[in-house]
Each structure stands twice: as C-alpha cells, then as structure tokens.
C-alpha cells in the first residue's frame, strides 16, 4: 500500500468509500460525518484526477473509443473531454456494496429521469454545467415493482443550474432529489458514488420516468415508468485514471 501522501486523490475516495459503505462497516446509511468527509475528498478533486482532460487538450489524449495501449504508464495518458459525442460512463470500480464511475455528457445531452432505489449517491461536477430537475418520492414507501412503477413525487428541483466548480452534492433513498435527470448545458462530466449500486436481482432496477404536473397540487407530479427513446444509449470508455488498489476482501466478496 503506497503511503498516504503518495496516494492518488482517488485512492483516498476509494479507500473512503471502502470503510464508509463496505458491508462489515454498515450499519443503516452512513452518518453525517462520514458523508462530509466523502463531499470534502469529491471537492478536492479535478477531472485530471480520473483521467479526463477537460481543457483544450494539449495533453496526450485518446477518443472514447479508442483501445487501451499498455505500453503507456498508468495516470499519464487521459480522455478528451472533447472526443465524448453521447453520453459516456467511465465505470473505475464496482463492488457489492459501492460505485465510483464518471459520466461524461457532451453539450445538449439529457440523461432521463431515473431513480436511485435504496442509494446514497455523492456527485461532483468535474467542468462545465449541467441543468437538474429533481424529485423525491411522496408517500413512503415508495412504490415498488409492479407491472409498472408510478407515484406521487414532490418536485425538488426545477431546472437547477450547476457550474462547476461546486460542492458535491449528495441524494438518499427518501430525500435530495432521489429521481432526476441531467441535462448538459456545456459538455460537463459528473463523478458519481453509488452506495449500494444498481442490481436489479437484489430489488435496485434502474427504471426510466417521465413525470406528469398536478395541476391541482402544485410542486407535485406523478411519475409513471416510461421506456427509453429507442436511440438513447450510453457508451463506455476505458479508465485511465491513477492506478487503483482495492480492498481485496471486498473482491473476494464480490467474485
Ligand atoms: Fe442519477
């Protein structure tokens, strides 16, 4: 293990996250102290510190598509912000219990409203601006899986505007805007935490909303489970970030 002040600013978000989310360490949702100390470690870091170059690219830079090259040393190469054309996640880890992963939007993309069963979810803006609508669910519990997923939803946020840098923010299972979508106003890319991560056989699908105004009830709307445009779909790009060392319990855990 590399000493703490030779650790990665993602090792150190890694290793947080370990000891915040890892299945020996919970007990219920984390506590305040744990979620600020994870915000203060997302603030601290730039997009250069998952391997994005977010300028005008004057580094070494490789397209979202192109294939890893082995030969170059870990941490020095990085994505152009500019080579992401749809929305793109570079996944940097998964285990049972957490995810750390970046999705890169291009100017004019919008992530539909989603939700996050069950989750903690930490963001932070790496560069650029993004508009938020959010929602939290209005009666508890909140509706599960039926043929179709609806319900009451009290409105959070209306076309929030976010522009880095800013504060990470952070959603729970009932509250901080649970279900939302992203709409990039400037390519702009979002370094997200999942604790626990999406798993539809243990009860956490990823199901898709569109959402429908009460008039009657003012900052209310109903959201019904809606199918995805048929072209919508998000592309993947390789990590190329500082190298990560994990927890291997947590490996042996998951595999
Ligand atoms: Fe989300």
């Known amino acids: ?6 650790q990665s600013k993602v090792q150190r978000l890694y290793d947080a996250c370990d000891a915040v989310f890892s299945s020996g360490n919970k007990a219920g949702l984390p506590t305040l102290t744990q979620i600020r100390w994870l915000q203060d470690l997302l603030d601290g870091m730039e997009a250069r510190d998952v391997g994005i170059d977010a ?13 890893d090259d082995d030969r170059s040393p870990p941490g020095r190469r990085s994505l152009s912000a500019q080579a992401f054309t749809r ?5 940097i880890h998964e285990c049972d219990d957490f995810s750390i992963g970046v999705f890169c939007f291009p100017a004019g993309a919008t992530l539909p409203l989603h939700d996050h069963p069950q989750m ?5 803006l790496l560069y650029g601006s993004m508009r938020v609508k959010s929602y939290d669910w209005a009666t508890a519990p909140p509706p599960c899986s039926g043929p179709r997923k609806s319900g009451l939803a009290r409105v959070v946020a209306v076309d929030e505007v976010r522009e880095a840098p800013c504060k990470a923010s952070v959603l729970f299972p009932r509250s901080g805007g649970n279900i939302h979508s992203l709409t990039a106003v400037t390519p702009c890319a ?7 991560p999406y798993a539809e056989e243990l009860g956490r699908p990823s199901t898709y909303f569109s959402g429908i105004p009460v ?7 109903v959201l019904e489970e809606a199918d ?13 970030g500082p ?9 042996f855990r998951y595999n």
């Open 243 to 251: 190298e990560l060392t994990v927890d291997m319990d947590t490996i």
């Open 1 to 6: 293990m590399a000493m703490d002040d030779q």
């Open 120 to 124: 903690v979810v930490l963001s932070k």
């Open 228 to 240: 995805l445009p048929d072209d919508f779909r998000v592309a993947g790009a390789p990590y190329v």
């Open 215 to 221: 008039p009657s009830l003012p900052g209310f709307a």
């Open 55 to 67: 300028g005008s690219g004057s580094e070494r830079s490789s397209s979202s598509s192109s294939e």
């Open 87 to 91: 929305i793109t996640y570079v996944h």
């Open 190 to 196: 979002l370094l997200d935490v999942l604790a626990p």
